[in-house]
T-cell receptor
Framework: KNEVEQSPQNLTAQEGEFITINCSYSVGISALHWLQQHPGGGIVSLFMLSSGKKKHGRLIATINIQEKHSSLHITASHPRDSAVYICAVDLNRDDKIIFGKGTRLHILP | NAGVMQNPRHLVRRRGQEARLRCSPMKGHSHVYWYRQLPEEGLKFMVYLQKENIIDESGMPKERFSAEFPKEGPSILRIQQVVRGDSAAYFC????????????FGPGTRLTVT
């Protein structure tokens, strides 16, 4: 079993819809990252969080440490949000980051 | 303040050649991480370096791969005698000395081995 699991793997939605991407992990972590990878391949760090909730524009990230679960929400989705969203966790035990396999999001105009 | 820079962005090598990938961290960052993203797979940790030190190389293949981060200049990921299976996107990230958890990613180098 992977230490970081994301769902769904693929998601297609209409412009304007509210989007939720989930991330579950099975190890002790010190922080969780949400990353965005565009079709060109570049990676942008969206959020780093260790508790609670963060908001940036139309993006919201939440984390529940007890349940080992995080969600990334996109409000009023737009075609330019189409990308792969990757959840990654900083492990307590060492310096590594473990990545989920990503969620491929496609927003239709 | 320039972000993390990687070059080249695209690199084509024939089997058996050497590949050198460069990563210039953000100004003031002294920690560098290298990750590999194989086609249709997620990112995987390869190596973590501080200036002149390899801290954790547990994700590096045992042969042909090496990394360095000299006192001056960029971090280099070197792949000797490349094979087709080395074709991937290689990303580096850097973090400031006070917070290694805050990683900033470079745009990646896409290596194609023909």
């Amino acid at each position: 079993k992977n230490e970081v699991e994301q769902s769904p793997q693929n998601l297609t939605a209409q412009e304007g819809e509210f989007i939720t991407i989930n991330c579950s992990y099975s190890v002790g972590i010190s922080a969780l990252h949400w990353l965005q990878q565009h079709p060109g391949g570049g990676i942008v760090s969206l959020f780093m969080l260790s508790s609670g909730k963060k908001k940036h524009g139309r993006l919201i990230a939440t984390i529940n440490i007890q349940e080992k679960h995080s969600s990334l929400h996109i409000t009023a989705s737009h075609p330019r949000d189409s990308a792969v969203y990757i959840c990654a966790v900083d492990l307590n035990r060492d310096d590594k980051i473990i990545f989920g396999k990503g969620t491929r999001l496609h927003i239709l105009p | 303040n320039a972000g993390v820079m990687q070059n080249p962005r695209h690199l084509v090598r024939r089997r058996g050649q050497e590949a050198r990938l460069r990563c210039s961290p953000m100004k003031g960052h002294s920690h560098v991480y290298w990750y590999r993203q194989l086609p249709e797979e997620g990112l995987k940790f390869m190596v973590y370096l501080q200036k002149e030190n390899i801290i954790d190389e547990s994700g590096m293949p045992k042969e042909r791969f090496s990394a360095e981060f000299p006192k001056e200049g960029p971090s280099i990921l070197r792949i000797q005698q490349v094979v087709r299976g080395d074709s991937a996107a290689y990303f580096c990230a850097s973090s400031p000395s006070i917070s290694k958890y805050e990683q900033y990613f470079g745009p990646g180098t896409r290596l194609t081995v023909t």
